[in-house]
């Protein structure tokens, strides 16, 4: 059984809304549970967080992630991980995750933090923030 994770989102005002959106359009799907909204702070709760994580990561940069665990709360380093799976799609059009008839799931290696910027393991695309934000708003 895989252990529920406690998070704590300090939002900028800005951006608020935009994350409130896309976690409540994680709640059933990725296993979010939202617990608490409060002005510009979200806690949730994930068993598989990484998704959730790297939503808030692409469409608020400036947002301060907490997980709580144990009664403390300790500052998430880095977001991002190594290698993206099967969470965003290559927008090249010949890259061989968008053929059909190949059912390869799209695999992105994080080339840059601030600003996000990933790229394709496959066809080597880049996919700069712009990109992203669209993909997982």
Do not use: W
């Amino acid at each position: 059984m895989q252990e529920t994770k406690r998070f704590v989102v300090k939002l900028p005002p800005e951006g608020a809304p935009s994350i409130r959106r896309s976690l409540n359009a994680l709640t059933n799907v990725h296993s979010v549970k939202i617990e608490l909204e409060k002005g510009d702070v979200i806690e949730f709760s994930s068993t598989s967080p990484s998704y959730a994580l790297l939503k808030i990561a692409v469409l608020s940069p400036t947002s301060v992630i907490r997980e709580r665990k144990n009664g403390m709360e300790r500052e998430v380093p880095d977001i991002f991980p190594e290698l993206i799976e099967g969470i965003v799609t290559c927008s090249n059009k010949n890259c061989i995750t968008a053929q059909p008839k190949e059912p390869t799931k799209p695999k992105f290696k994080v080339v840059s933090i601030k600003p996000p910027k990933i790229q394709c393991f496959y066809c080597g695309r880049y996919i700069e923030q712009a990109s992203l934000i669209s993909q997982l708003s």
